[in-house]
């Protein structure tokens, strides 16, 4: 299928016309509400950077990222020991026995 957006007259009627003003303009209006829209936006922000800005964000990016999943995994670590059920020798055979079929989450 193809859209001939050359001919599209630049008045949004419904969503599927702002998303063809969008792809012949690289723009979009505020009163645009089609789904998906603000997030083609962001993404051709980026892609418009140059050369040492595009790379300083994306590194920016996966620095966030890291941090991110540094901080979920520290998370992590700091409360597994709250789930864990380890053997105890105190406890009756079948509690020892058993153990290992228990889930840990």
């Known amino acids: 299928m193809f859209i001939k957006v050359n001919n599209f ?18 723009e ?20 418009n950077l140059e050369g040492g800005d595009k790379y300083d964000y994306e590194a920016f990016i996966k620095e966030q990222r890291i941090k991110n999943h540094t901080r979920e995994l ?17 406890l009756s055979s079948n509690y020892n026995r058993f153990l290992p079929m228990c889930p840990i989450f």
């Open 74 to 90: 520290s998370l992590l670590f700091n409360l597994l020991p709250q789930f864990l059920i380890l053997p105890n020798p105190k």
């Open 28 to 47: 979009i209006k505020k009163e645009f509400s089609a789904k998906g829209l603000q997030e083609a936006k962001e993404k051709m922000n980026v892609d």
């Open 9 to 26: 007259d630049d008045v949004a009627k419904d969503t599927l016309d702002e998303w063809i003003y969008f792809l012949k303009n690289s």
